[in-house]
């Protein structure tokens, strides 16, 4: 098999030998530097290169990659808003129940992103919702960049000041000379535990994208800051009480090197069943479940949905002190390093799962499959869309799945008692 020489990008040498473990044990290659291999673990920016018109590759049916070739439409910050927004106007014009809005003007099925705007595009937009509440806090994210690298929190409109053209007007400098932001509305009353503000970090893996087919991992975590959590103005700068990427935490005089500041999701399952009650924790992971869904719905009509790719995505929730939650942000590569033992276990197992989804039976790769793999490989994933079975079941299953009465930890409605139900949205 063959990898292109070169042309990976391994971001730490705990990636690569995860990978290269998985690799072996599946007898797809011996570790030496001149090996070839034909599976394709690469970065952002070698899938570019790889699709790009003006390289000339051409991948060959035994050969996959594990990102599609835009998957930016889904994780820069500023396409997803931009997709989600597409998506909801699009129902609304189809006259969609899913778009049903409230008597406030708020969707009652899609409001799941928080109202954001793109800088400097958006700049008087921006002003106007800001006015309307002047004592709110925002946070401001570069576009293309992770790791909580560039964010900060502002309360007043001084604040970004220095991006504007002329500090006498409101105008922007134009976007093709300045770093591209979004500005979105600050989730100032996150759900607390232990006094900190934390998120989930959860792994989507979709096959195909026409016709949608993904599967949620079971084994995500939740990550929480080091600081507890204030709404002071005095504490914006501070962001061991604001940001949960491990990246900035672990820089904190109070991270722990132990367990990370992480819980597993299904421990945060058990504290919100005992503390908030079973039907409401229900409530919320299917509401999460059908977040993640529409996100994927609505990136679906761009994506290039290349037979040789997969991916595996990592999602951003935040929820918030009335077990709402929201979508923060999708990462086209969800870091596989390993910052604790339960860590490596779990990052290790992700991936080897993810493998046997996108190459059951370990047998030699071909794109061409029709990317329903059986049940029993599915290790510690679950079928959470398969817009085949979606279809069969009608037009408005979405909307029957997401406003009927909860069953159980997905949400599903089985239409035969005697038959297991696989799926959230089937």
């Known amino acids: 098999f063959r990898i292109m020489a070169g042309k990976v990008k391994w ?14 044990k599946r007898g797809w290659i011996q570790v030496s530097e001149n090996e070839d291999w034909n599976f394709y673990w690469m970065s952002v920016q070698t899938i570019r290169n790889v699709f790009s018109v003006e390289t000339g590759y051409r991948l060959s049916d035994d050969q996959i ?9 889904l994780t820069r910050k500023d ?3 931009k997709n989600i927004k597409r998506y909801r106007k699009e129902l609304e014009k189809e006259g969609s129940p899913l778009a049903e809005k409230d008597e406030n003007g708020k969707y009652i099925y899609l409001d799941f992103v928080p109202v954001t705007f793109m800088l400097p595009a958006d700049y008087n937009l921006f002003v106007e919702e800001f006015r309307k509440n002047p004592s709110s806090t925002w946070i401001m994210k570069p576009c293309g960049k992770a790791q909580g690298k560039g964010i900060f929190l502002i309360n007043k409109l001084s604040q970004i000041k220095k ?40 792994y989507v893996l979709v096959s195909t ?3 949608l087919r993904c599967y949620m991992y079971k084994l995500g975590f939740c990550r929480f800051c080091t600081v507890k959590y204030t709404p002071s103005t005095s504490e914006l700068d501070n962001m061991f009480v604001h940001l949960t990427n491990v990246a900035i935490q672990k820089h904190g005089d109070d991270y722990n090197h132990i367990h990370g500041g ?3 999701v299904s421990n945060l399952r ?24 529409q996100s994927l719905k609505a990136v679906a009509p761009v994506m290039n949905n290349d037979k040789h790719c997969f991916e595996c995505y990592g999602y951003d929730i935040i929820i918030d002190d009335k077990l709402k939650p929201w979508l923060i942000e999708v990462n086209a590569s969800p870091s596989l390093t390993s910052s604790t033992a339960n860590d490596r276990i779990l990052k290790y197992n992700l991936i080897n799962d993810t493998l046997n989804i996108a190459v059951p039976n370990g047998e030699i790769p071909d794109c061409k499959w029709n990317k329903s793999p059986p049940k029993e490989v599915l290790g510690n994933y679950e079928v959470l869309y398969d817009e085949d079975m979606a279809q069969s079941d009608g037009p408005d299953r979405d909307l029957r799945s997401r406003s009927g009465p909860s069953t159980g930890v997905k949400g599903s409605r089985a239409r035969d008692p005697g038959k297991p139900v696989l799926t959230t949205w089937k």
């Open 11 to 24: 971001v730490t040498d705990i990636e690569k030998s995860v990978l290269i473990n998985n690799f072996e």
């Open 65 to 73: 990659v594990n990102h599609f070739p835009n998957h930016y439409e």
């Open 79 to 81: 396409l997803m808003v």
């Open 163 to 202: 991006w504007s053209r002329d500090s006498k007007t409101s105008s922007f400098v134009s976007q093709s000379s300045k770093e591209a932001y979004v500005i979105s509305l600050y989730i100032n009353n996150p759900l607390l535990i232990g006094g900190k503000k934390f998120d989930l970090r959860l």
């Open 209 to 211: 994208y026409r016709p």
């Open 262 to 264: 992480k819980w597993t």
């Open 270 to 293: 058990l504290y919100l069943e005992s503390t908030r009650g079973k039907e409401v924790t229900n409530k919320l992971f299917d509401e999460i479940h059908w977040i993640i869904v």
